[in-house]
C-alpha cells in the first residue's frame, strides 16, 4: 500500500465511528485534510513517522472550526498520558513552544500560541513532541512536516464559507 493512501486508511482507522460522514479533501504526503461536514469542522491530519507502542493512537491536528470561529487550532493525541506537573513541549526547528495537556491530549496554551506553532508547522521540515508519561517515563514522537501546509491550507479551504 502507498504511503497516501496507507495514511488515509490509518486516520480512518483513529477516528471514531462516524468516520464514514467525513470527506477526504486530500492527501498531502504525510498529511491527510478532512471535512466533516455534520460537525462541522475541516482538519489537517497526520501520524508519527515511526509506530512505537502505546497506550494510545498518536496524531497531530491543525482544525478548523467555523460555528466557533476556530482557525489554526493545534491538538496533539500523545501515546501516553501526560504525568501530573508535567508539560509536553513541540520542537519545530529552534522554536520550542510549551503546551498544555491533559491525559493523552495536549494542545497550545492559546489562539496566538496556535497561530506561532502553525507559521512554524508550515516552514519547518520535521516536529518532536516530548512529554513524560505517568508511569513510564520520558517518551518523544517525530512528525514530518512534508504536505503539513498544503494539507492546513486545504482544511481552510474546506471550511470557507
Not at 467555523?66 to 513541549?89: K, N, Y
Not at 520535521?126 to 508511569?135: G, Q, V
Request: charged share 25%.
Amino acid at each position: 500500500m502507498t504511503k497516501p493512501f496507507a495514511l488515509l486508511a490509518i486516520v480512518l482507522l483513529i477516528l471514531p465511528a462516524s468516520a464514514a460522514a467525513r470527506e477526504s479533501l486530500g492527501i498531502y504526503s504525510n498529511w491527510g485534510a478532512f471535512r466533516d461536514p455534520e460537525v462541522p469542522r475541516c482538519y489537517a491530519i497526520a501520524r508519527p513517522d515511526r509506530e512505537r507502542r502505546g497506550e494510545w493512537e498518536p496524531f497531530a491536528s491543525v482544525g478548523t472550526w467555523p460555528q466557533r470561529d476556530r482557525r489554526g487550532q493545534v491538538h496533539f493525541r500523545l501515546r501516553r498520558e501526560i504525568g501530573e506537573d508535567t508539560q509536553p513541549v513541540l520542537t519545530i526547528g529552534e522554536r520550542r513552544f510549551e503546551l498544555v495537556g491533559r491525559g493523552p491530549d495536549a494542545w497550545a496554551e492559546s489562539s496566538q500560541d496556535d497561530a506561532a506553532i502553525v507559521a512554524a508547522m508550515r516552514n519547518g521540515a520535521s516536529m518532536r513532541i516530548e512529554a513524560r508519561s505517568r508511569r513510564t517515563g520520558r517518551f518523544v514522537d517525530n512528525y514530518s512536516l512534508r504536505g503539513a501546509a498544503s494539507a492546513i491550507d486545504a482544511a481552510a479551504l474546506g471550511c470557507a464559507g
